[in-house]
T-cell receptor
Framework: EAQVTQNPRYLITVTGKKLTVTCSQNMNHEYMSWYRQDPGLGLRQIYYSMNVEATDKGDVPEGYKVSRKEKRNFPLILESPSPNQTSLYFC???????????FGPGTRLTVT | SQKIEQNSEALNIQEGKTATLTCNYTNYSPAYLQWYRQDPGRGPVFLLLIRENEKEKRKERLKVTFDTTLKQSLFHITASQPADSATYLCALGGASGTYKYIFGTGTRLKVLA
């Protein structure tokens, strides 16, 4: 089944404890993105990747890192999480730049 | 700054009627516009994409229009059903050849039986 998977689905952590949210797609898509979704603010793009070893900042990259060493994986790294990074995170992928995005199921992160 | 606005209030309509959702934007020149459906607790699901040189797109009961002069898109669901109840998101992408996207906050649609 074609899909985007994210792990973990739920995470509660403390300020400053490094964490990684994994994202994987099995559709051989070139493009991948990370978004966060907050009430009243909608989906905001954090980082995106055009292909392996090619990433760029979205609208809200501060406090996040990404890497794309393999085409299928696009992990999101929070080196020192803070409470303002409490949010619902979505990974998405698309075959080409101007094609539809396929979203993962989301990761609900709480930073205390 | 770039801004994208959707009807922020919930939209309630009777089953069988046509639902019309709006998406307005400023300070942005997208190459394409997409509409997504999102159910509570789930990721958005793609519905339709329309490019800057297209005026209208249809898919089954869905229709989207794109007016780059007015900087507006309209999304229509004809013969609406209770199963169409969800939040609908508008997304702009492809400006300046990038993969940057901006999303609206969504419109919550409720179709009443």
């Amino acid at each position: 089944e074609a899909q985007v998977t994210q792990n973990p689905r739920y995470l509660i952590t403390v300020t400053g404890k490094k964490l990684t949210v994994t994202c994987s797609q099995n559709m051989n898509h070139e493009y991948m993105s990370w978004y966060r979704q907050d009430p009243g603010l909608g989906l905001r793009q954090i980082y995106y990747s055009m292909n392996v070893e090619a990433t760029d900042k979205g609208d809200v990259p501060e406090g996040y890192k990404v890497s794309r060493k393999e085409k299928r994986n696009f992990p999101l790294i929070l080196e020192s999480p803070s409470p303002n990074q409490t949010s619902l995170y979505f990974c998405a992928s698309s075959l080409k730049r101007n094609y539809e995005q396929y979203f993962g199921p989301g990761t609900r992160l709480t930073v205390t | 700054s770039q801004k994208i606005e959707q009807n922020s209030e919930a939209l309630n309509i009777q089953e069988g009627k046509t639902a019309t959702l709006t998406c307005n934007y400023t300070n942005y020149s997208p190459a394409y516009l997409q509409w997504y459906r999102q159910d509570p607790g789930r990721g958005p699901v793609f519905l339709l994409l329309i490019r800057e040189n297209e005026k209208e797109k249809r898919k089954e009961r869905l229709k989207v229009t794109f007016d780059t002069t007015l900087k507006q898109s309209l999304f229509h669901i004809t013969a609406s059903q209770p199963a169409d109840s969800a939040t609908y998101l508008c997304a702009l992408g492809g400006a300046s050849g990038t993969y940057k996207y901006i999303f609206g906050t969504g419109t919550r649609l409720k179709v009443l039986a």
